[in-house]
């Protein structure tokens, strides 16, 4: 009964800014993980920004540091992923991810998933 629902995605310029928010419903356990993922087609899923512990452990790719920035409503469930000065290479397909906290951050590790946000950065 796990329900996770992405939103915010949308077009953007090079440089700009978009907000993704992630509300994972369902939950009697406060023991759960979320995390935000890209795909791109003929690629592999990668971790975006992953919460990965209990304890609020976070994972972030490379290629994000600095620019993106988790924040996370715990009353709300909600996770939010502030991307900020966009390049071209962001454009992908960004998936939320919810499941029992289990110290991984690869997504083969998250059951329950989002059906996907499109986010589309022009040069």
């Known amino acids: 009964q796990v329900q996770v629902v992405e939103s915010g995605g949308g077009s953007a310029q090079t440089g700009g800014s978009l907000r993704l928010s992630c509300t994972a419903s369902?939950?009697?356990?406060?023991?759960?993980?979320m995390g935000w993922f890209r795909q791109v087609p003929g690629k592999e899923r990668e971790g975006v920004s992953v919460?990965?512990?209990?304890?609020?452990?976070?994972y972030d790719a490379d290629s994000v540091k600095g620019r993106f920035f988790l924040s996370q409503d715990n009353v709300k469930n909600t996770l939010h992923l502030q991307m900020n000065s966009l390049k071209p290479e962001d454009t992908a397909m960004y998936y939320c991810a919810a499941d029992s906290c289990s110290g991984s951050y690869q997504s083969r590790d998250f059951g329950y998933w989002g059906q996907g946000t499109q986010v589309t950065v022009s040069s």
């Open positions: 369902g939950y009697t356990s406060r023991r759960y993980c």
């Open positions: 919460i990965y512990s209990v304890g609020g452990a976070t």
